[in-house]
């Protein structure tokens, strides 16, 4: 069993993603505490990570708009399903590999997996609603970004 | 004859990304989604630098690296690994293989290009 409690992945989890929004698109995130949650159509997108000592899971939930205008700040264009789905990906993935980079000292090389993206409404009706644990709840740019991340011993 | 620079990532984004950045440029952006088309388009186009992905699907940029540092005349290719991945043990890993630098995503537009600048000079577009 892993020795790094929950709480230092969920923080590790939340420096990246405020590391990555800030640097890809030059936005701010903060920590809100009183959303539950991105309401509305969106994307539901996870990576998976394995440590020395544990798998784990990276999720990243946003909605369409929040997608749409990332697009049209990064590269002139909201983009169509296709490319918010790709910017979905590549998201979680950056978040997972900074965090990655993040835990590395103590973890040793963790390992990402192939980013899995899904629309939300479907995800839900196949997964149930993303559970609190280890979910952190952010604002930016007005728009409701959800964060969890879960880890396991290896093996289970 | 403009230089080429291939972009190897299974992201669109990142590859569209690419493109704009060196719009300005005088270069040619070539797109590939993984290390497999990547390549083919090597073998087809010759760039004079590759930006790698590490993480794709189908055949991931060490692989790529490895194929194409066993082919003598790949060997010296320029090669910057542009990775979400950044981390100690996969950089010592690239760097056997002779990458030139690395660029951990998010990248910064600057930092990319003062990397590119100094393996292949960028003249910026109306520039004889």
Known sequence: ??????????????????????????????????????????????????????????????????????????????????????????????????????????????????????????????????????????NCAGHSLSLRVRSWPLGV | MMPKILSVDDSRTIRLLLVRLFRPFQCEVLEAENGEQGLAVVARERPDLILLDYNMPVMDGLTMLRQMRAEESLRRLPVILLTAEAGCENIAAIARLGVRDYVAKPFQDADLLAKVNRILPLVPRGNS
């Open chain 1, 1 to 138: 069993m892993s020795n790094t409690p929950d709480a230092v992945l969920t923080s590790a989890a939340g420096e990246s993603l405020v590391h990555v929004v800030r640097e890809l698109l030059g936005w701010t995130v903060v920590a809100s505490p009183e959303v539950r949650g991105a309401p509305g159509a969106g994307w539901r997108t996870s990576v998976s990570l394995r440590a020395r000592d544990w798998d784990g899971a990276v999720t990243l939930e946003f909605s369409d708009r929040f997608a749409s205008e990332a697009l049209q700040g990064m590269l002139g264009d909201p983009g169509d399903a296709a490319g918010a789905r790709d910017f979905a990906g590549e998201l979680v993935n950056m978040v997972a590999g900074r965090m990655a980079v993040r835990l590395e000292s103590t973890e040793g090389t963790c390992r990402l997996g192939t980013p899995d993206v899904r629309r939300r409404e479907d995800a839900e009706t196949q997964e149930g609603d993303s559970s609190a644990a280890g979910r952190t709840d952010w």
